[in-house]
């Protein structure tokens, strides 16, 4: 099953590219660095990138500057990709004369309570609005309201929405079920409809890996020849999904599928049946954009990969918030999307978003 995404656009921006599992820095970056964020992470320049080039930025900003705070689940490589929007987006005010002061943490494991600390802290600093990516909605959900009560614009941004908060607006992918279910179905059926399947579930509590999970389950119940053997969590980290899957390679020597929730534990997977000898044997489907993903997608060990535009979940972020701190309206929700992408296509995604690093 694929989902439609934005034209895949040429867009004068750098995007990053992934030669590691995760970012290890602070959680911190100033929108004036041009320093790497970390060891692990590198800038491509002159690349492609899944851009809405229809997006209208013409919008004129009642303010010279503006201060926007953003948190996030974990230092992660997936939100140097949504950086990497939102830098594009602080570099086009810049032009134009318009400065955005931006603050970008998160702890380097994921810790809702960090997160609602960080959001009181930002309430009490003067920064114009709050952008979240909601670590767990029952913890993060009272700090939001909380931050709109002291007068404080928040947004929600990347991977999870709460429609009943009082957020003033969405921008990310909105669709994590339906990321889910298209994963499980390609899987399935490429499995045959039959044999034994693994859950890689990342991390627990996380809205956007819970309607993934959710979503694993529902489609695989749908093939009755299917039999889930196992669910664990990796947490986000690519050595933990290594060492799941590897046990689950001498547990289940007949294990005909796995699906992965997140852009860490496709790379896991991988490598451990890679190095069973087993690509293409054990089928394997996952979130996203790591390069190290993409070439297992090139040489089979990946059967697809779902995609999100982590582009414009910050460039279409930073332009609504600017927008909202000014009181002029916004829609509520912003849909970015997201894409299933198979082998055949692998090298084009790996030139549009790694140029050449890869």
Not at 330 to 348: F, K, L, M, P, R
Request: aromatic content about 8%; glycine content about 8%.
């Amino acid at each position: 099953m694929k989902k439609k995404i934005v034209s895949l656009l040429l867009v004068a921006a750098m995007v990053l590219a992934m030669a590691g599992c995760g970012s290890k820095d602070d959680g911190k970056s100033d929108a004036k660095s041009d320093e790497k964020k970390t060891e692990d992470t590198q800038e491509a320049a002159n690349a492609k990138a899944l851009a809405d080039q229809e997006f209208d930025t013409s919008y004129e900003p009642k303010k010279d500057e503006y201060k926007i705070y953003c948190t996030y689940k974990l230092v992660h490589a997936w939100y140097d990709a949504i950086e990497v929007g939102v830098k594009a987006a602080v570099a086009d005010f810049e032009d134009r004369g318009v400065t955005i002061d931006y603050e970008w943490y998160a702890p380097v494991e994921p810790d809702a309570v960090d997160q609602v600390n960080s959001i009181e802290t930002a309430v009490g600093q003067g920064y114009d609005l709050v952008a979240v990516d909601v670590n767990q909605i029952e913890t993060t959900q009272p700090a939001v309201d909380d931050a709109v009560d002291a007068g404080v614009k928040v947004a929600l941004f990347a991977s999870s929405d709460i429609p009943d908060s009082k957020r003033s607006f969405f921008v990310g992918n909105n669709d994590n079920y339906g990321d889910g279910a298209a994963i499980a179905e390609a899987v399935c059926e490429k499995m045959g409809k039959k044999g034994k399947i693994a859950f890689l579930s990342g991390t627990i509590g996380a809205s956007s890996h819970e309607q993934r999970l959710e979503a694993f389950y529902d489609t695989v119940e749908k093939y009755p020849d299917i039999e889930v053997v196992d669910d664990q969590r990796d947490n986000d980290f690519v050595e933990k999904a290594i060492e799941i899957t590897e046990a689950w390679m001498q547990a289940y020597p007949d294990l005909n599928g796995i699906l992965c929730n997140n852009m860490s534990n496709p790379v896991g997977a991988c490598q451990a049946v890679k190095d069973a000898g087993k690509s293409g044997e054990v089928i394997i489907g996952g979130m996203d954009h790591d390069l190290r993903t993409f070439n297992y997608l090139k040489d089979g060990t990946l059967y697809v990969a779902q995609v999100q535009n982590c582009y414009d979940m910050g460039y279409k972020l930073i332009y609504n918030a600017v927008k909202c701190i000014d009181g002029e309206d916004v829609e509520e929700i912003t849909d970015v999307g997201s894409t299933s992408v198979y082998q055949d296509q692998a090298d084009e995604y790996i030139d549009m978003l790694f140029g050449d690093a890869k």
